[in-house]
Nanobody, 121 residues
């Protein structure tokens, strides 16, 4: 099991930036990802990083969001730039059951508590 603690959400104007952090503890050797869920919508894959540090992003955030990992701190970051109103959602970090990157929520077994990101237009 992996315990995940997120931080960094908040309110920002369109065009602004935020950085989310996800501190992990527990098992090792897994991929991690960020998902988001807007009101009335399904939880969707935002981006992720494999155990081997391969990256993947959804088309909706590609070029604006960047995922990085600090192995010394066992923390994964989501840097969000050029934010849009449609980025408003609760953001979750998650740890997969496998080391390679997958996009389906069913492959993720441990989840953070979620952090609200609100982008005002």
């Amino acid at each position: 099991q992996v315990e995940l603690v997120e931080s960094g959400g908040g309110l920002v104007q369109a065009g602004g930036s935020l950085r989310l952090s996800c501190a992990a503890s527990g098992r090792s050797g897994y991929a991690m990802a960020w998902f988001r869920q807007a009101p009335g919508k399904e939880r969707e894959f935002v981006g992720g990083i494999s155990w081997g540090s391969s990256l993947r992003y959804s088309d909706s955030v590609k070029g604006r969001f960047t995922i990085s990992r600090d192995n010394a701190k066992n923390t994964v970051y989501l840097q969000m730039n050029s934010l849009k109103a449609e980025d408003t959602a609760v953001y979750y970090c998650a740890a997969a059951r496998v080391p390679y990157l997958v996009t389906s929520t069913s492959n993720y077994v441990d989840w953070g508590q979620g952090t609200q990101v609100t982008v005002s237009s």
